[in-house]
Each structure stands twice: as structure tokens, then as C-alpha cells.
């Protein structure tokens, strides 16, 4: 396993249905070590905290595994790390041997895996293609986000080794399933629930949003 790329950018203005909104997305490749902070990268930013960013979302990985796969779907060449919005690109880790809660370190940090990537309209501005965040949910590609359990620095090429793993927890496909596919009409749905929640790794925002869905279904 490994981290192939470290991409940051700092939100900037972009046109958007005749208004300017503010975007983080545009992340690029850099080269050299760089501190991974509790909340983010060193130069890296985030537009709306609400939904990027902050303890449980510090960071942003995407396999590269998926990159051909994209390129094939939408008849594009010349994708390049970053595009998917994501800080780090990895190879080796994927949504189905990823869990919630699985530990890595990465350089001398070490990041925990929190919850699958959900677009928003801002992944359409990056690929150029308002329908695409449509496209991405669907896929199931989501990628993942990272929790900082210990800051340190990272650089492209560094070993990615597991340090900790819950078989018995979610992996981050079966999490996405649950969240965005999945209903109370499905057998088991209120006990796969439930274990989400308990899980200590998964994100505040999902264990509120299970919660929520628990509740309606009362």
C-alpha cells in the first residue's frame, strides 16, 4: 500500500449557475513532505466547513485504482491526482478493504478512517459535469475520509501500513450501501444500523444521521 500522491489547494472563487461560490476542490499534486495537522493538511483549505474539513474529515483519500475505470466511463484521458478533490491518492486501498475505524500510518502520521466520501455540486464543477455527482454516488467509488490520530509528516511514495483493524466493522462499501442504498424495508436494516453507530471510528455527522433515520422509523 501506498501514498502515490499529497494534492492541496486553497479555496478560490468559481463561477457556478451565474453566482461565484467558493471551492477547495481544485487540488493539485505537490511535491516534498508536508505536515498533516489535526484538521487538514499544511495549505490546504476548505471552503464550507460544514461539510469538508474538521477533526473526522482532515483528510481526503481516493484510490488510484479507479482512475482507468473513470477514464474508460467517461471517454477521458489525462485524469490526474487531485481530480476527485482528494488530498491524498493511495494505491492498495480500496472501498472494500478499507473499514471504518481501520488505522494506517502514513510517514510518521497515522489517520483513521471515518466515513465514505459524499459529493456535493462542487465535484460537478471540477469534472465540468453538473450530473456527475450523480454518476459518483452511484458508482460506489466514494474513496474515504481520515481522522488524525497522531499529526505528522507525509510525502508522496510513502509506505501506507495498517495498524489497527476491526474485522467485524463496516468496510467503507458496505457503510456507503447502508447510508445511501438501504431502507428499513431491507432485512437486518435497523441492526446494521445500530452497529454503525456503535462504531467508535465512524464520523459524528453519520452516527447523528443514523440516528435520525432510527428515529423516523419509530
Known amino acids: 500500500m501506498k501514498l ?35 484538521t487538514q493538511l499544511d495549505g490546504d483549505g476548505q471552503a464550507d466547513l ?18 482507468p475505470v473513470w477514464e ?18 493511495v494505491e492498495g486501498l480500496t472501498e472494500d478493504n478499507v ?8 510517514g510518521t502520521a497515522e489517520v483513521e478512517a471515518t466515513q465514505p466520501r459524499k459529493p456535493c455540486f462542487k465535484l460537478g ?20 475520509y481520515l481522522r488524525v490520530v497522531k499529526e505528522g509528516q507525509v510525502a508522496p511514495g510513502d509506505v501506507i501500513e495498517r495498524s489497527y483493524s476491526d474485522p467485524a466493522a463496516l468496510s467503507i462499501r458496505s457503510a456507503h450501501r447502508l ?28 452516527k447523528a444521521t443514523f440516528q435520525e433515520r432510527l428515529l423516523e422509523r419509530v
Open 4 to 38: 502515490v500522491a499529497v494534492s492541496v489547494a486553497l479555496p478560490k472563487a468559481v463561477e457556478h449557475e451565474n453566482r461565484s461560490v467558493q471551492t477547495g476542490i481544485f487540488k493539485a499534486p505537490v511535491p516534498g513532505r508536508r505536515w498533516l495537522r489535526r
Open 125 to 144: 464543477i471540477r469534472m465540468g459535469d453538473p450530473a456527475f455527482i450523480k454518476r459518483f454516488l452511484a458508482s460506489e467509488r466514494s474513496g474515504f
Open 72 to 89: 474508460k466511463e467517461l471517454g477521458r484521458t489525462g485524469l490526474s491526482p487531485g481530480q476527485f478533490g482528494e488530498n491524498f491518492t
Open 99 to 106: 473499514h471504518i475505524g481501520d488505522r494506517f500510518r502514513i
Open 50 to 67: 460544514k461539510v469538508h474539513g474538521g477533526a473526522d474529515k482532515a483528510a481526503y483519500a481516493y484510490p488510484i485504482e479507479h482512475y
Open 179 to 206: 447510508m445511501f442504498s438501504a431502507g428499513p424495508k431491507d432485512s437486518g436494516w435497523r441492526d446494521a444500523v445500530e452497529r454503525a453507530i456503535g462504531m467508535p471510528g465512524l464520523s459524528e455527522e453519520w
